[in-house]
C-alpha cells in the first residue's frame, strides 16, 4: 500500500504522532489543529474507537484510498477527491512580495480561511507547517501553507485569495513557493482537491502537480449535515 492511500494515519503515526490523540484502534489529530481521523484497520474495536473521536459537536474526517466500514449510528458526508503529487515544480518568479506567516497573523489566517473556505482551518492549522501569504497595505490577501506530512512527503494545503484580489496569480505563486521548499528537503509536495474541481485541477497541473489517486473524503458527526 502507498503511504498516501492512508495519509492521515501515515501523519498521525510518523512526524505528527506528537499531536495525534487516540488509542492504537484509532487516532485523530488534536482538535485545534484539524479533524482529520484514521483508523488502524477496519475492526470493530477500531471502528469503535474512531466513533470515541466524534465529538458532540463537529465532525471528524477521514482521507482513504478505500471506503471504510462505518459506523451506522453516525452521520455521513462523502465525496471524492483526487490526491495530486508533484515530483518538480514548473519553476516562475513571483510578481508580488511574499510574507512568511506565524502566531503574529493567527487571526488574519483565520478570518481569511473562515472567508474563502480552502478547506478545514482551526486555530492551530497555521502551526502544522510554513505558511507565507501576500499582504497588500498590511492586510492578508492570500495564503498557502503545509498540513498533513507522512513519512517522506508533506501536503500542501490552506491556500486561498480574498475574493477582492483574485486574479493576480498569486495561489499559484505561493504554491509554487510551498512545494519547492519542500521538494527542496528531499520530501514529495501532495495535495487534495475535489475531483469536480475543474478549475483548480488545471491550475495545479500547470505548476507541475499530476493526479495520483481517488480518495474518499468522508466526514462523520454525531448530528444530521445541513
Known amino acids: 500500500m502507498h503511504p498516501l492511500d492512508r495519509p492521515v494515519w501515515n501523519a498521525l503515526t510518523t512526524r505528527q504522532s ?12 488534536d482538535p485545534d489543529y484539524g479533524l482529520f481521523a484514521a483508523t488502524a484497520d477496519d ?6 474507537a474512531l466513533v470515541a473521536l466524534v465529538p458532540e459537536s463537529g465532525a471528524v474526517g477521514l482521507v482513504e484510498a478505500s471506503a471504510m466500514r462505518l459506523p451506522p449510528a453516525l452521520a455521513v458526508k462523502d465525496a471524492i477527491c483526487n490526491q495530486m503529487i508533484a515530483d518538480r515544480i514548473v519553476a516562475a518568479e513571483p510578481k508580488f512580495a511574499v510574507t512568511a506567516l506565524g502566531d503574529g497573523d493567527a487571526e488574519e489566517m483565520m478570518a481569511l ?26 492586510t492578508l490577501v492570500a495564503m498557502a501553507g503545509e498540513r498533513m506530512k507522512p513519512a517522506g512527503f508533506t501536503e500542501v494545503s490552506g491556500v486561498c ?17 510551498v512545494a519547492e521548499k519542500i521538494l527542496a528537503r528531499g520530501e514529495i509536495p501532495f495535495l487534495h482537491v475535489y475531483a469536480d474541481n475543474a478549475g483548480a485541477i488545471a491550475l495545479y497541473e500547470t505548476l507541475g502537480f499530476r493526479f495520483r489517486a481517488a480518495l474518499h473524503f468522508t466526514l462523520l458527526s454525531r448530528n444530521p449535515f445541513p
Do not use: C, E, W
Open 113 to 138: 480561511a473562515s472567508l474563502t473556505q480552502p478547506g478545514p482551518f482551526f486555530r492551530k492549522t497555521h502551526m502544522l507547517g510554513d505558511f507565507i501569504g501576500v499582504k497588500q497595505n498590511g
Open 161 to 177: 485569495t480574498h475574493p477582492g484580489h483574485r486574479g493576480n496569480g498569486y495561489a499559484g505563486g505561493l504554491m509554487r513557493i
Open 43 to 48: 475492526s470493530t474495536d477500531a471502528i469503535a
Open 18 to 29: 506528537s499531536l495525534a490523540r487516540g488509542d492504537g484502534g484509532a487516532l485523530r489529530f
